[in-house]
């Protein structure tokens, strides 16, 4: 499986984008699925993930701004609104099956907001 993360760019304070996350090959329905972000000088950070179809957990910081969806089992969404200063990162998106020892990354998607 291979994951092409898309939709960063440039954009102010308060736009919103959507990335997006295209998984080539087959994928599976029981998949975890998420969005994780990288800032200069920082650690990889978890931003939105299905556990499983019932529970999504999502970072403290973007609560209520971001939202993850998984429209068919092959593409992933992270809807960003209110984009602030501080979400400026790199995007990764991960399927990954803890059942089948799987772990697939995407190349990543810059986001860089100005303040």
């Known amino acids: 499986v291979q994951l092409q993360a898309s939709g960063g760019g440039l954009v102010q304070a308060g736009d919103s984008l959507r990335l997006s996350c295209t998984a080539s090959?087959?994928?599976?329905?029981?998949?975890?699925t998420g969005w994780y972000r990288q800032a200069p000088g920082k650690q990889r950070e978890m931003v939105a993930v299905?556990?499983?179809?019932?529970?999504i957990n999502y970072a403290d910081s973007v609560k209520g701004r971001f939202s993850i969806s998984r429209p068919t089992r092959n593409t992933l969404y992270l809807q960003m609104n209110d984009l602030k200063f501080e979400d400026t990162a790199v995007y990764y998106c991960?399927?990954?099956?803890?059942?089948?020892?799987?772990?697939?990354w995407g190349q990543g998607t810059l986001v860089t907001v100005s303040s």
């Open positions: 991960n399927f990954r099956s803890p059942h089948r020892g799987t772990d697939y």
């Open positions: 299905f556990v499983n179809r019932a529970n």
């Open positions: 090959g087959t994928a599976f329905v029981s998949d975890v």
